[in-house]
């Protein structure tokens, strides 16, 4: 967690919570000074004057402190809610399946809410909360050493009391609970079959039957309240008995001349903070451990790699791939290791080459496209990209354009959509637009016009033509598509499989729709059935 934090600003609110935990002992003297006063046999008014100014100076001072902390405090829980937010957006927090996004979604905001006031704000609560603790104890003992012990044992009692008939008063609960859901249950059979009850003349009988049903709930919810009444009343007991036998060693020891009036106010007022201190201690701890699952979570989010707006993208250069071979690759998903998804598949595909995917439903053909773009490690077998000379490229996620059955639209403008915020020139940007078929659009409604979310004031085809558009933009050298145009009305399937056929990148396409002229078109045509690939056709015409 350390790294998201700002160090400048932990520090000033660790000392603003150390100066703003001095108040409460500081007020505790405060009251003794005025019973000081009070009880001296000749004090001047100018001097009680004086008090009361340096009193109510100090006060509003640390007044001034509490707020200086509040937004110390503040400023620490916004900077590290920024830097957390900043590095979740380029670490593999964002890189999750379509079925999780809410679930990440909702990390965003419970989760790490949670984080920044039940851990964040309660470290530096504890911190105040100690050195209360800390020297209002001191200031108590300093009085009175007995008489403090008497006063903290008793004080401590009371905020356990109400876990005295806790227990009882939940049992009454739930009983009366369960008695309301059987009258709602009656209720609700009554409402929804009035007019067979009126049919059947059943009123009187229903009546007879929902009397005791009722008298159940009414008696139940009595003796509910019954029970909070004496949990109440149980409560003060212990807190006046708490309250008063302290008091009464106080008094006594005062009378004896044992100890000063002012003596025994600080105690008594003291007592009570450190109490209440331990109290907040306490609760800060159950809630920073209540967050400790989210914290756990938030390590486990590793870095992506390459997040510097500034940093190259690899075009197709003489680093590019040439050729993709896979040779024996098997593969298992983890939870079912011995039902093997792919059982040996060899496939070998040259840089330019359109080559058709297909095969039944389930049998493992976006298993195999994560495989080859290495977001799969394969069980056993390899998968290797060669360039032209031979050597070795690691296959990188920028190699790779995606065109699924989803268009990936960000809500902003056309320009963005293509350029991801990445400097182009106008000229290029006209050229990936010319070569997606997107020309005529934008020369109606420019290239800055705002795309709304998911693309929704955009038809399918201009989705997918937009993300065309950006991978030729981008010079993707691997285009892969999985069911890209599915969604798609015929005649708009087939201008943008065309154009899928006329890029010059690779395509590895899964589709089931293609006419058998376009599937012609591809360079190769395999069959993917029990885990094995088939050649069906090779060659375009
Ligand atoms: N993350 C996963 N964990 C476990 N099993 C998975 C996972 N993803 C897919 N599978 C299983 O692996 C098999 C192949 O799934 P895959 O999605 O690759 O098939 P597919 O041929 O692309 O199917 P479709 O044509 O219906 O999209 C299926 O039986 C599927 O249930």
Known sequence: ?????????????????????????????????????????????????????????????????????????????????????????????????????????????????????????????????????????????????????????????????????????????????????????????????????????????????????????????????????????????????????????????????????????????????????????????????????????LVQFKPLPDTSPQSDWPAAGDDAFATLQLTQVVFSYPDDPHQPVLRGVDLRVKRGDKVLLTGPSGVGKSTLIHILMGTLPPTSGTVSFRSAAGQDVQPTPEMFGEVRQESNIFNDTLRFNLTLGRSFSDQQITSALRQAGLLAYTQEHGVDTLITENGDNLSGGERKRIELARAFLYQRQFLVVDEGTASLDPQTADEIQRILLASPATVVEIDHHLSAALRRKFDAHYELNQGKLTLMTEGNE
């Open 1 to 297: 967690m350390k790294q998201y934090l700002d160090r400048r600003w932990c520090a000033i609110s660790v000392v603003l919570a150390i100066l703003a935990g001095l108040s409460i002992p500081f007020n505790t003297w405060s009251y003794a000074q005025f019973f000081s006063l009070m009880t001296q046999p000749r004090v001047n008014v100018r001097t009680v004057w004086l008090t009361v100014a340096l009193i109510a100076g100090v006060t509003i001072l640390f007044a001034v402190i509490d707020y200086g902390y509040q937004r110390a405090l503040n400023r620490n829980v916004a900077l590290f809610t920024q830097h957390v937010r900043e590095y979740l957006l380029t670490s593999d927090f964002i890189e999750t399946d379509q079925s999780n996004v809410s679930a990440r979604l909702s990390y965003l905001t419970n989760d790490l809410d949670m984080i920044e006031n039940n851990d964040l704000r309660q470290v530096f609560t504890m911190i105040r909360a100690v050195v209360t603790v800390v020297f209002t104890l001191a200031l108590a003992i300093h009085n009175n050493f007995g008489l403090t012990l008497i006063f903290i044992a008793f004080a401590s009692v009371t905020p356990f009391t109400p876990k005295l008939l806790a227990r009882r008063t939940k049992q009454r609960a739930q009983n009366w609970s369960s008695r309301v859901g059987r009258y709602m249950t009656f209720m609700s059979d009554v409402l929804r079959n009035a007019a067979t009850v009126r049919h059947y003349a059943a009123l009187g009988l229903f009546l007879q039957k929902g009397r005791g049903i009722i008298h159940a709930s009414v008696t139940a919810k009595r003796r509910r309240d019954n029970t909070v009444a004496a949990s109440n009343l149980v409560a003060a007991v212990v807190a006046y008995v708490c309250m008063y036998v302290p008091i009464g060693f106080g008094v006594v020891m005062v009378i004896q001349g044992r100890l000063t009036v002012a003596s025994f106010v600080t105690v008594q007022y003291a007592s009570n903070w450190i109490i209440n201190s331990f109290l907040t201690i306490a609760q800060s701890r159950s809630q920073m451990n209540a967050t400790q699952p989210m914290l756990t979570q």
